[in-house]
């Protein structure tokens, strides 16, 4: 289990005047295969936030159940999504880009200010600050770090079902032997990303 993420920059902005602050992450951006998601979650400043932590650093089972928790206590969660032919089109930073926007644009009420997981803006006109490992330092970006997390795994086990000599069940698109073994045999589905090298020829 990861350490557990400190709300310290939420506190400083609450002091700032600010109170509806979205923390904003994406995942899949390094997958072979299906979409790129991200989460933008507002908690409330008194929402348990035990466990909170960056996703990958957590178990399936843990995710879940926090899954579970953020949602219920969150003020508002939004989700953005892009899939993989929006990817190939313009490029895998771009896209990722836009699931953030799209992610901010879902939330009602809006926030006031967004914290923003890496070092780039996605272009949102509200008071915003990208950190860089915000999913390690901000417990609101952790809590959409675990959203988008969790969403995205679903996408995938669906896409199993309809696919399911790839494995994206287990490994959700990411190049893991096995995948690459299947995209040797079986060619590329409709659901991975053409411009990704990996996939790259593979028809």
């Known amino acids: 289990m990861g350490a557990a993420v400190r709300a310290e920059e939420e506190a400083r902005l609450y002091t700032e005047g600010y109170r509806l602050i979205a923390g904003v992450d994406e995942v899949g951006r390094g997958s072979l295969a299906g979409p790129v998601v991200a989460a933008a979650v507002i908690l409330s400043p008194s929402a348990a936030t035990v466990g909170i932590a960056d996703?990958?650093?957590?178990?399936?089972?843990?995710?879940?159940?926090?899954?579970?928790?953020?949602?219920?206590?969150?003020?508002?969660?939004?989700?953005?999504?892009?899939?993989?032919?929006?990817?190939?089109?313009?490029?895998?930073?771009?896209?990722?880009?836009?699931?953030?926007?799209?992610?901010?644009?879902?939330?009602?009420?809006?926030?006031?200010?967004?914290?923003?997981?890496?070092?780039?803006?996605?272009?949102?006109?509200?008071?915003?600050?990208?950190?860089?490992?915000?999913?390690?330092?901000?417990?609101?970006?952790?809590a959409a770090s675990i959203v988008a997390k969790v969403a995205r795994d679903r996408i995938m086990r669906a896409y199993h079902l309809v696919f399911p000599q790839y494995g994206f069940a287990r490994h959700k698109g990411y190049a893991t032997r096995d995948h690459l073994l299947a995209l040797a045999r079986f060619g590329a589905s409709p659901l991975h990303r053409k411009s990704f090298r990996g996939v790259l020829g593979r028809t």
């Not at 644009?105 to 915000?134: E, Q, T």
Request: charged share 20%.
């Open 55 to 142: 996703s990958k650093s957590l178990s399936p089972r843990l995710r879940e159940r926090l899954d579970l928790a953020i949602r219920a206590s969150a003020l508002t969660i939004g989700l953005g999504v892009v899939l993989e032919q929006a990817i190939d089109a313009a490029n895998i930073l771009q896209a990722t880009l836009l699931a953030m926007r799209r992610a901010i644009g879902a939330l009602d009420p809006p926030p006031d200010f967004v914290l923003i997981d890496g070092d780039r803006s996605p272009g949102c006109s509200i008071p915003h600050c990208a950190i860089p490992s915000g999913d390690q330092r901000c417990v609101s970006i952790g």
